[in-house]
């Protein structure tokens, strides 16, 4: 059973087009996220939840909105896709604080 | 807030050679840290985590991993790397005791080992 889970697993889009990206974590953890991965391998945090609740957003584009319908899940709606959003994007999960974060394998973004 | 430093963009190793990869981290708290592996394609997954308690912390995989208040370090260690250790290797770390906690992430240091 995969512990979290991202789909699509790879995107390839036209610039100005809206797209989603689905989370999905079976651990009964209380906490995602989502990362950005860019070209160099940086990974930055974009957005947090706790328990539905946005907790961390960082200074990101109000084109990504993030939703979360329950805990489970946390998906990615990203508005008029530009050429500098095409990246990796990682959810990820965890319990508590300090504890491991649980990553996703990865949506390959490529905006065209 | 925090920053973490991965001074080594890539590390080139011989099979079966001993490797460290630097970590050094600044935080005006406590931090926790973490350092994990990202092979090609997938993604990350934990080796190891330092939270309080020994500061020699032993990991997946035969990584292990020395916590060094005094010279804000947590260098990533290992005795003798196989092939399949090629991965990119992130560093981390979170500060603890404010509202709210993120994970900060070194640039990441390539693995690369050669038969």
């Known amino acids: 059973d995969t512990a979290v889970s991202q789909t699509p697993k790879y995107l390839v889009t036209q610039m100005g087009n809206d797209k989603s990206i689905k989370c999905e974590q079976n651990?009964?953890?209380?906490?995602m996220y989502w990362y950005k991965q860019d070209s160099k391998k940086f990974l930055k945090i974009m957005f947090s939840?706790?328990?539905?609740?946005?907790?961390i957003n960082e200074t990101v584009p109000n084109r990504f909105s993030p939703k979360s319908p329950d805990k489970a899940h946390l998906n990615l709606h990203i508005n008029s896709l530009e050429l500098g959003d095409s990246a990796v994007y990682f959810c990820?999960?965890?319990?508590?604080?300090?504890?491991?974060?649980?990553f996703g394998p990865g949506t390959r973004l490529l905006v065209l | 807030a925090q920053s973490v430093t991965q001074l080594d963009s890539q590390v080139p190793v011989f099979e079966e050679a001993p490797v460290e990869l630097r970590c050094n981290y600044s935080?005006?708290?406590?931090?926790?840290l973490f350092w994990y592996v990202q092979y090609p394609n997938q993604g990350l997954q934990l080796l190891l985590k330092?939270?309080?308690?020994?500061?020699l912390v032993k990991g997946i995989n035969g990584f292990e991993a020395e916590f060094n208040k005094s010279q804000t370090s947590f260098h990533l260690r290992k005795p003798s790397v196989h092939i399949s250790d090629t991965a990119e290797y992130f560093c981390?770390?979170?500060?603890?005791?404010?509202?709210?906690?993120?994970?900060?992430f070194g640039t990441g240091t390539l693995l690369a080992v050669q038969p």
């Open positions: 981390a770390a979170e500060g603890y005791g404010g509202a709210t906690n993120k994970l900060i």
């Open positions: 651990l009964g953890h209380d906490t």
């Open positions: 935080s005006s708290v406590s931090v926790y």
């Open positions: 990820a999960s965890r319990g508590f604080f300090g504890e491991t974060q649980y």
């Open positions: 939840y706790n328990n539905k609740e946005l907790i």
């Open positions: 330092y939270l309080s308690g020994s500061t």
